[in-house]
């Protein structure tokens, strides 16, 4: 197999290139197929003002005739393929690793383990995250060591060839066990509790003593995937100043730059970070992940290194959305005012921090919904757990609280005998409402939103 | 039995990073021929950026938004920007934009003031041209100005600008404070079928109204509320990583990994709720996250009125749902009053 | 090795490639056409849709020789010199693709839809859009646009 393969990408690259009729049948570079490049000139419109205006997009022609160029449609000469072993194991120490046999074999150029990263840590807030595991395991989808080789193929072989060791140590997979005093520490020594955020406003106990009626329930979410149809792709090259080029699918260069500048240990304008079109984000593209694995594998072997996630690593070895656990408790006036709410919310915080901090803060100053309620307190929690990271994902924690406070809303309409929109009216905000957080709020349209929601959708006539 | 229900949810969502500094700036150079270069460090990830920063770029130099070509996603070519994330491009980049083609501008009004006769904070940027306010007829081509600013002046037409959202820390005891510069609002209707024999739902229909400040691109944002609603969906009623009891995932590919298809999207109506946000580039504040926050509750809570059943946990799962009708009727202490009409057979 | 040789967008070529390539690899690595995607390597997202002899196939889960002696055509050879595929133009007005990563698969698989049936209804582009996946759009804009592009080839067909 491991022959048939080298020969294969000799007979593509040096040999067909030497035999003439080969490079005839194969060009190395086909010419594109002809498009209708006089239409690309803009139809100039003379009239402004631009904004308000259904404008095209100057990406979709491109995205249209296939020529947008991803990070994975780049090639460049001499280009190696790189892919990352991952832990398949929830919790462990990394006793030995073993690359002998993967470094022998015929393609494989070079291999990469955490041992080697200067400054093997990472994350947007706690830098608790390691570009490779080195010593200790904290999720199954973590990389353990990398290989670059002459294709992917071989790649994904030599890491078969890879033998890490491991000593098991117990997973802590709920975020209320991983909570209790006696539960494993993911990151000994600290807490598994790593950050926490608390609102108050108010009188809650006077609130609750004011109500008619006091209304408790419990609401969850799972874990989400992005999924971006472009999986994270990345190519590291060098020139021979030192300088250093990455390719890579990033929402956020600058501070992609600043992390991976980092990571390698070197000055921020030797590190150049091009994004060229993302394919997809939702939030799964704000900070690297294999971006330092190719710079250093390209630097081992002096050759452009790309690498490229599987989709199951997208699921595996990218973060994901928060599940959260939240615990509502509402008092209301008998005509459906909210007097006082108390939130409990226990986010699980996966393996690393990752943007679990923003997801928390936004969490929990959302979670009262967009009501004038007088008494709050709404309380946070994140938790580490031996499982795929949770980070950034559209909404920021935004979209399970507004599952939880609306959910709650309409069960409390419902005790209430009032209509699910008449009691959103009566809470919601309006201009210059406080908010949770003691900010008076401008440009507030909930209530319009909420009018004209209704009107379109016919919510009076439907009504039984 | 299929049995139809509506549920409403309405939500409030920040623009920016929570009190963190997430600065963005950006250049844009007028070229001699009036067209103009906007330099930005934020990335094109499906949003639309490079279309609405063009557009508020046009708009403040009074050209048209094909005039204005984008660069972006280089380090080494262009000015540092947060990124593409926490729904605040069109904001914050958006305000940066506007600032740098104000700056842009100004060298072009001193340019052109001595051509016209008038002073500087006379003159008005409008169908590429400069011209004199309330006399339009005064005006000179932004490429004559342009050029004389370049050739004859020696003052390239460039500006560079950045914003930062003004934000107070919080209190670390009480929260107090104000995390955000500013927020959008919302409301979306989900009407949905479920079968109460097999717990399956169908949503039908969403009507979605959102406020975003000025809609700089209406076509964008109903693109981004149409694609925010579909991951919504996901959330309410298909995805979920599992995990086995060792911590692996179970469904890492998407064949078991279940994401909407265009099989699974309802009728959607879009409804942008006039607003102005005058901190915002010509009122605007964005759009991007709050799409997909209140389609899973609307969902739920239709879930609710169709059957009675509530549900507590995400993804409502056809299992789930069943679970939930069979002990609302176990519980019987409750008919199922949210039902208004049960539909025989398909859908009309 | 083997020996494939197609008509690729309307020329004859040929490569010699191992017989375990796709022809999603083929396509991408020795022709260069890289508007095909691989979004998964497993046929779930469509990404990767070309048209072999007019069918909508996933290139990924196609060997490579079986291709040899069919028609090929990829998003590359949809438009042409004088002008764009009505199907590619309506995506552009609709503002139909937001990343674009999905475009190229959705609009081979709308083509082939519209040689198919001039004058589908919504749920037959459903359906037939229903292999492809997208994450940004929602799938609402590409809807519009698949009827839009089917009324002005209904007409040109007219004319």
Known sequence: MNDKLRVTEKELTQEALRDPTEALRVPVVTPPVPYPIETLVPEVRQQTPAVGQRATRPDGRLHGLGQTRYIDDLTFPGMLHAKIKRAGIASALIKRIDTSEAEAMPGVMAVLTGREIPVNSFGPSLQDQPVLCDERVFHAGDGVAAVAAVTEQIALEALEKIKVEYEPLPAVLDPLEAMKDDAPKVHPPASNIYSHKIIKKGDLEKGFAESDHIFEARFSTQMVEHVPLEPHASIGMWDSNGRLTVYSSLGRITLGRTDIARTLRLPINRVHVVATIVGGNFGGKNEITQEPVVALLAKKTGRPVKAVYSRGEEFTSSTTRHPIIMDYKTGVSRDGRILARQVKLYLDGGAYCSWSETTLGKACILSPGPYNIENVEAEAFVIYTNKTVTGAMRGFGAPQVCFAYESHMDDIAKALGIDPLEIRLRNAFSEGSISPTGQVLHSVVVRESLERAAERYGWQESQS | MKRRGRGIACMWYPIGFTVAANPSAATVKVNEDGTATLLTGTVETGQGSLTVLAQIAAEELGVATEDVHVVSADTDVTPMDTGAIASRTTYVTGNATRLAAEKAKAILFNVAAPMLGVRPDQLEARDRKIQVKRFPQRQLPISQVAHHALFVKGDPPIGSASFNPPTVAMDPETGQGLPFATYVYATQIAEVDVDDETGEVEVLRIVASHDCGTAINPMLVEGQIEGGISMGIGLALQEEILFDDKGRQINPNLTNYIMPTSLDMPEIEVDIVPSYDPTGPFGAKGVGEPTSVPTAAAILNAIHDAVGARVHSLPATAEKVLAAIKESRVQGTKQLPGTRRAIAGPAA | ?159
């Open chain 3, 1 to 159: 090795m083997t020996e494939v040789k197609m008509k690729l967008n309307g020329e004859t070529r040929s490569a010699s490639v191992p017989p375990e390539t796709t022809l999603l690899k083929m396509l991408r690595e020795s022709f260069n056409l890289t508007g095909a995607k691989l979004g998964c390597d497993v046929g779930d997202c469509g990404a990767c849709t070309v048209l072999v002899d007019g069918m909508s196939v996933n290139a990924c889960l196609m060997l490579a020789n079986q291709v040899d002696g069919r028609e090929v055509l990829t998003i590359e050879g949809l438009a042409t010199v004088e002008y764009l595929h009505p199907v590619q133009e309506a995506f552009e007005t609709f503002a139909s693709l937001q990343c674009g990563f999905c475009g190229p698969g959705v609009i081979m698989s709308a083509k082939a839809l519209l040689d198919e049936n001039p004058d589908p209804t919504i749920p037959e582009i459903r359906d037939a859009l229903s292999g492809n996946l997208c994450r940004c759009t929602g799938y609402t804009k590409m809807i519009e646009a698949i009827q839009d592009a089917a009324r002005i080839l209904r007409a040109k067909e007219h004319a």
